[in-house]
């Protein structure tokens, strides 16, 4: 259960759909001078998109494929977003878990994620 296709017919129409701003982060592994590797988020950039939970539908698919989705997110064709990526706004983290560019038609992008769930820390440890 996606977009209507009749919104694609309209560019911006669906690029005034894409009413949210997300922060997208690709994982880098740098050297610690150890023989080991520091693993972290690097900033991409922001992109405007739009954020819907996953239904229950497209959650069993994922999961007969043996992945796990929570929401779905669109953008606009050419972003930089790849897997293993995280988008963070709402108020939430998640991590892409795949992109596909529906019917190939260079017009947007949909991005399967699953939200990351973040750990509370004691202050001051």
């Given at each position: 259960m996606g977009l209507p296709e009749t919104l694609f017919a309209d560019s911006?129409?669906?690029?005034?759909?894409?009413?949210?701003?997300?922060?997208?982060?690709?994982?880098?592994?740098?050297a610690d001078g150890m023989g080991g590797w520091v693993i972290s988020h690097v900033a991409l950039g922001t992109i405007d998109a739009r954020l819907r939970p996953a239904s229950a539908e497209e959650i069993t698919v994922a999961l007969q494929?043996?992945?796990?989705?929570?929401?779905?997110?669109?953008?606009?064709?050419?972003?930089?977003?790849?897997?293993?990526?995280?988008?963070?706004?709402?108020?939430?983290?998640?991590?892409?878990?795949?992109?596909?560019?529906?019917?190939?038609?260079g017009h947007h992008l949909e991005v399967d994620l699953y939200e990351v769930q973040k750990e509370e820390t004691d202050a001051g440890s």
């Open positions: 911006s129409l669906f690029q005034s759909l894409m009413g949210d701003t997300f922060i997208v982060t690709r994982t880098q592994h740098v494929e043996q992945r796990k989705i929570t929401h779905k997110l669109y953008c606009l064709a050419g972003t930089d977003i790849a897997r293993g990526d995280q988008v963070t706004g709402e108020g939430r983290t998640l991590e892409v878990m795949g992109v596909r560019e529906p019917a190939h038609a």
